[in-house]
């Protein structure tokens, strides 16, 4: 079964960092793109940033510069270290597993992140 597990999320003031995590079953892990989408209330879920099994790496252009998505593969693990944070990033973070990018087939159960000013 597939399971994709986040943790991570919370309350931090603008400008603080958050590190997100999601811990995924090895079946999925080892031959998808792992992605981070966000959905903000009343808004559409986006791409955040996404990773594939060989490295390269896609993100959003809103947080180009400020959030770094990176894979463990001895982990099973995907993060998203996000520093510099706005207001604006608060949202519901998801952790994704797909066959490409954009493409997604399982989802987390999604982590809260709110950013105060």
């Known amino acids: 079964q597939v399971q994709l597990v986040e943790s991570g999320g919370g309350l931090v003031q603008a400008g603080g960092s958050l590190r997100l995590s999601c811990a995924a079953s090895?079946?999925?892990?080892?031959?998808?793109?792992m992605g981070w989408y966000r959905q903000a209330p009343g808004k559409q879920r986006i791409l955040v940033a996404a990773?594939?099994?060989?490295?390269?790496?896609k993100y959003a252009d809103s947080v180009k510069g400020r959030f770094t998505i990176a894979r463990d593969n001895t982990k099973n693990t995907v993060y998203l270290q996000m520093n510099s944070l706005k207001p604006e990033d608060t949202a519901v973070y998801y952790c994704?597993?797909?066959?490409?990018?954009?493409?997604?087939?399982?989802w987390g159960q999604g982590t809260q992140v709110t950013v105060s000013s």
């Open positions: 994704s597993a797909g066959p490409a990018w954009y493409v997604s087939d399982y």
């Open positions: 990773i594939a099994s060989g490295g390269y790496t």
């Open positions: 090895g079946s999925v892990f080892s031959s998808n793109v």
